[in-house]
Nanobody
């Protein structure tokens, strides 16, 4: 079992940066793919970024490609989401999630993930 705790959210002006961190417990962290999702008020949870268990492959939503970077440190049981050039439409609660994924298409779907953190609020002001 994996427990996930996000941190690093906050209020930032448009054009600014934030770095979200997801700390994971459990000895098998390195065997899990990790994803970041977000949910804005009144909207469905949407895929943001994901990274394979080794860190060798990353995936991004088109809306964040070129602005966000996902990375992981398996020795520290941590996943990071560096968010640059933030826009008001990036405002949401951001969640990290863990899954054992065997098909590349599965990274994009929330239903593929078994474990979720509690979320951290990101607010981007215009």
């Amino acid at each position: 079992q994996v427990q996930l705790v996000e941190s690093g959210g906050g209020l930032v002006q448009a054009g600014g940066s934030l770095r979200l961190s997801c700390a994971a417990s459990g000895r098998t962290f390195s065997s899990y793919a990790m994803g970041w999702f977000r949910q804005a008020p009144g909207k469905e949870r949407e895929f943001v970024a994901a990274i394979s268990w080794s860190g060798g492959i990353t995936y991004y939503a088109d809306s964040v490609k070129g602005r966000f970077t996902v990375s992981r440190d398996n020795a520290e049981n941590t996943v990071l989401l560096q968010m640059n050039s933030l826009k008001p439409e990036d405002t949401a609660v951001y969640y990290c999630a863990a899954a054992r994924i065997y098909y590349s298409g599965s990274y994009y779907h929330a239903s593929s993930y078994d474990y979720w953190g509690q979320g951290t609020q990101v607010t981007v002001s215009s």
